[in-house]
């Protein structure tokens, strides 16, 4: 079965500059901007603000989960630890997904407006 394979070509794979020249860039038509400094700071203050709301969140949620616990019998006291760690780790995870859900969903819809207000009155004609 191995000798009915079929070796590898020897030749060099193929260019992929010169397979497609019409692709390649050029240092001096770029289409792109650089963000200004004071976009990209609001942008890394946004970041940093939603990243301290949910792991604010986090703890609050596993706090709260550890001292509401279900009322439960275990056998061991490992796996009461170990309920109860994963009670606590899981209310805290979806109280981090709700605030930073809410978050992003508060950051963006601004900048979806801003972007169909520009492309509205960039497309129009007078």
Do not use: H, K
Not at 51 to 73: C, E, H, I, K, Y
């Amino acid at each position: 079965m191995l000798w009915a394979m079929r070796r590898r070509p020897l030749r060099p794979p193929p260019d992929v500059f010169e397979t497609f020249p019409d692709r390649v860039d050029s240092g001096d038509d770029r289409a792109y901007q650089t963000p200004r400094a004071r976009s990209m700071a609001r942008s890394v203050g946004i970041t940093v603000g939603l990243m301290v709301l949910t792991s604010l969140a986090f703890v609050g949620g596993a706090w709260l989960a550890g001292r509401v616990r279900p009322d439960l019998v275990y056998a061991n006291p490992l796996w009461e630890g170990v309920a109860v760690t994963a009670w606590s780790v899981g209310w805290g995870l979806l109280a981090a997904m709700v605030v930073l859900a809410t978050g992003v969903v508060a950051v963006g819809l601004p900048w979806v407006r801003r972007q169909r207000g520009a492309r509205a009155t960039s497309t129009s004609t007078p």
